[in-house]
């Protein structure tokens, strides 16, 4: 069975332009979460999809923004980007919504220049 | 690989001994608490979880404690190998609302 798939591996965008990221969870997960990870900040909450519902939010500006498809498939983006927004972007599916077992994807790696 | 952490709390043991990862959480009222191992340039992995009724929860080679009067969890892994070296995650999850991950510990397994 296939694992979470995200893409791209990785990315270099400039301050003030926007990106999208993908996740393919897992055949027959529902649920989606999104997390950032930095050095200095570790691993955060972003937020989480769950059959097409953003169920939870984490702290972060309304600069990033996510939707999930039907398929379960789910897009983070960040508008207007910042040096700051450098991270490992991670996504986890599981079978229901914020299930302690969740499946991590490898990560998509965000520079800001 | 990539760094998850460029000042995490490091643990370096012998292969073949036992491991205890520690980890102080903040939410008394935190429903579950889990522990998630992420090697280099990989995602997290889902190691164990325990409800927050339990005070111990065994698994294949791990075992987590949970102790709530003094809000302290641990990760034993007992003969370790090589293949646990990584950075090792504790988090909590309160009210099935977002997950809070600790910062980190590096285990490093020495042959």
């Known amino acids: 069975k296939a694992g979470v798939t995200q893409t791209p591996r990785y990315l270099i965008k400039t301050r003030g332009q926007q990106v999208t990221l993908s996740c393919s969870p897992i055949s027959g997960h529902r649920s989606v979460s999104w997390y950032q990870q930095t050095p200095g900040q570790g691993l955060q909450f972003l937020f989480e999809?769950?059959?097409?519902?953003?169920?939870n939010k984490g702290n972060f500006p309304g600069r990033f923004s996510g939707r999930q498809f039907s398929n379960s498939r789910s897009e983070m983006n960040v508008s207007t980007l910042e040096l700051g927004d450098s991270a490992l972007y991670l996504c986890?599916?599981?079978?229901?919504?914020?299930?302690?077992?969740?499946?991590f994807g490898q990560g998509t790696r965000l520079t800001v220049v | 690989g990539e760094s998850v952490g460029l000042h995490l709390p490091t643990l370096s043991v012998q292969e073949g001994d036992n491991s205890i990862i520690n980890c102080a959480y903040s939410?008394?009222?935190?429903?579950?608490f889990i522990w998630y191992k992420q090697e280099s340039g990989k995602g997290p992995q889902f190691i164990i979880d325990?409800?927050?009724?339990?005070d111990k929860r065994q698994g294949q080679r791990v075992t987590v404690l949970l102790n709530k009067t003094v809000k302290h969890l641990s990760l034993q892994i007992a003969a370790t190998q090589p293949g646990d070296s990584a950075v090792y995650f504790c988090a909590e999850m309160y009210n099935n609302n977002d997950m809070r991950f600790g910062a980190g510990t590096r285990l490093t397994v020495k042959p």
């Open positions: 325990i409800r927050s009724n339990m």
């Open positions: 999809y769950f059959s097409e519902t953003q169920r």
């Open positions: 986890a599916s599981s079978l229901a919504s914020l299930n302690t077992e969740a499946f």
């Open positions: 939410n008394s009222a935190s429903d579950y």
